[in-house]
């Protein structure tokens, strides 16, 4: 009643602009801030999930040319990009920090130093504007990003995340809560096309000169001309659960690598000449060890009736899921068994502030983990994603019959 008295005889103009203004204060507006690694992110996102402004500052070229991330220079880059990248954030969103109702921030798991960068600033920020904290999981907010751009994509559902420092296989049964069917034993997949590219020395092509190891494999392997030269064993395949592992891949990798090198008597600079089938050989094997534990799990999901046939869904998402080709051989599987297969933006899937927010948004609307004291929350190099299932996996013993990847092309390719 008060409000129809105060628009009587306004203009539309005026009623419009009205409604505006009072769903831009019931708005709410979370600041999410990411430093668990190599990139300071930040970004806004309300509580319906619009990006209002968003900022990256990326260290990759140093680490590139430093030959992987070394603590002290990341911790220093954040220190020193920290301020700019939350100020040029809240300038795209064209907001203030009145308007900001949480501060959402990576605290888990990631590199200590690192992450503390983010912590503290954001705990700096939230005493001087007087704002919640809601601490944040690296990767549950991977998993969740998906969900920021398909509201038709309810808990549970299946995740797949590969990233440089993580290789997972959970259920997401809600915000917070994951069952692990597998994970690496070893190194990651995006660390494992790092370590290759590196021992490749791809970076002294100038057109790889600027990518990541991963980036780099990708396209160096769909410029193979004969993929099928080397022929990698793949890891683990004589264990019957849902677990990864790189070692074996890596191992084979630097051999051939080594020898050819030594037969050829290359310059310390130079690249081998089979660089570009040896590249196709390492993203095949790759791809099909995650296609094969991915069809273990969710065979092992099937038998155990844990996710209903209206939610049959795999995300997959970090940094290594931009890659195209495993995304593709992904997709083969999914369809084979019924499940539909969503990846964020490629720019979500790699580390970035703007999943950090929508997790805030997420923990904002379901009333999870906004915290008003923040004097205990603290950084931890690892954290669990959830309750493990990874020894029931085992202990199904689940043999599979292998769906083809006869469908997955590169140049030439008979795969
Ligand atoms: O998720 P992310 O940005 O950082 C972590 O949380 O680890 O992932 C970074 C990783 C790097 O190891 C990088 O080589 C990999 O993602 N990556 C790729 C591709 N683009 C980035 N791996 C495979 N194919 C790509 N196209
Ligand atoms: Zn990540």
Redesign the pocket.
């Known amino acids: 009643m008060f409000i129809i008295n105060k628009l009587r005889n306004k203009s539309i103009r005026e009623i419009g602009t009205f409604i505006f203004m009072r769903f831009c204060t019931s708005r709410q507006v979370i600041l999410g801030i990411e430093t ?4 300071t992110g930040c970004a806004l996102v309300d509580s319906t999930g619009n990006l209002l402004g968003e900022a990256l500052h990326s260290q990759h070229l140093v680490h590139l040319n430093n030959g992987g991330i070394i603590p002290p220079i990341a911790w220093n880059l954040h220190r020193k990009n920290i301020e700019k990248t939350v100020n040029v954030a809240m300038e795209n969103a064209n907001l203030t920090f009145d308007k900001v109702s949480a501060i959402a921030v990576t605290v888990k798991p ?1 590199l200590p130093m690192s992450l503390s960068v983010g912590t503290k600033y954001a705990k700096y920020l939230c005493n001087k504007y007087k704002k919640p904290i809601i601490p944040v999981h ?2 549950k907010a ?1 998993a969740l990003t998906a969900r920021m751009f398909d509201r038709s994509l309810t808990f549970p559902f299946l995740v797949l ?6 290789c997972l296989l959970a259920i997401a049964q809600s915000i917070e809560d994951f069952l692990l069917l597998g994970e690496s034993i070893d190194d ?7 370590k290759m ?1 590196r021992r490749l020395k791809l970076k002294n092509l100038p057109q790889y000169s600027t ?9 160096a392997a769909s410029r193979a001309d004969d993929p099928l030269q080397y022929n990698f064993k793949e890891p683990m395949s004589q264990y019957k659960d849902c677990n990864f592992s790189m070692a074996g891949i890596k191992t084979q990798f630097v051999r051939h690598v080594e020898k050819e090198e030594a037969d050829l008597e290359l310059a310390p600079d130079s690249i081998i000449p089979g660089a570009n089938n040896l590249c196709a050989a390492f ?1 095949l094997v790759m791809t099909r060890h995650l296609c094969h534990r991915l069809q273990r799990g969710i065979e092992y999901i099937s038998r155990k009736g844990l996710i209903p046939p209206e939610n049959q869904t795999l995300v997959v ?10 995304n593709e051989g992904l997709r083969i599987v999914c369809e084979e068994l019924g499940y539909k297969l969503l990846r964020p933006p ?1 720019k979500l ?4 502030g703007v999943m950090i927010a929508w997790n805030g948004v997420e923990r904002w609307n379901a009333k999870i983990g906004v915290l008003d004291k923040y004097d205990d929350v603290d950084v931890e190099r690892s954290s669990p994603l959830g309750q493990s299932l990874i020894d029931d996996v085992r202990n199904a013993s689940i043999r599979c019959k292998w769906i083809k990847l006869s469908k997955l092309s590169l140049p030439k390719s008979q795969w």
């Open positions: 668990s690694c190599d990139d990631g690296h990767m991977h995340l590969i990233s440089g420092g993580h990651a997949p995006g660390e494992a096309f790092d590219a990518l990541s190891g991963g980036a780099a494999i990708e396209i993203l998402s970090g940094g290594a899921a931009c890659n195209n080709f495993i490629p899937c790699t580390d970035n």
